[in-house]
């Protein structure tokens, strides 16, 4: 009887752990959403920053691996010990945010075609390992704009 016992013990465990999470597996995958997103009027004819909040509220961590837009050039830039360097890929922790503000990371455009001015909008795109492309409309605000949030 002991032999019987100890499987079933197992099979019961897993089924118990196999219910804990979802039906459908969402609670596992990343979901990012994108906020806050403006870029500050250029003063430069050839280069633009831009900021935004990306949100995960999945269970799965999502990594930014790269960003385009039909104004230029973008990289995704980050400030390590008060020195910007390009970032390759900037991690989106699960259940957590990646943040691009003013002194902090941020998105670089250079080689415009156009010089982006206030009031009109540009397209940008989030390229992400998990979720794929997220398409971001970008407004382009005063050169001394600065939003509530801080970002």
Do not use: I, W
């Amino acid at each position: 009887m002991r032999r019987v016992v100890a499987p079933v013990a197992v099979l019961t465990g897993a089924l118990v752990l196999a219910g804990c999470g979802s039906e459908d597996g969402k609670d596992s995958a990343a979901e990012v959403s994108v906020s806050g997103a403006y870029m500050p009027q250029p003063v430069s004819e050839s280069m633009a920053a831009g900021y935004l909040t990306v949100t995960n509220k999945g269970g799965a961590k999502d990594e930014l691996t790269s960003v385009t837009s039909d104004v230029g050039d973008v990289t995704a830039h980050e400030t390590v010990d008060s020195s910007m360097q390009e970032a390759k890929d900037l991690p989106v922790p699960a259940h957590g945010q990646l943040v691009f503000k003013s002194g902090g990371n941020h998105l670089m455009f250079e080689k415009l075609k156009r010089k982006p001015m206030q009031g009109e909008t540009v397209t940008v795109k989030l390229h992400f390992t998990e979720s794929g492309t997220v398409t971001v409309k970008m407004p382009v605000k005063s050169a001394t704009y600065n939003p509530k949030t801080g970002h």
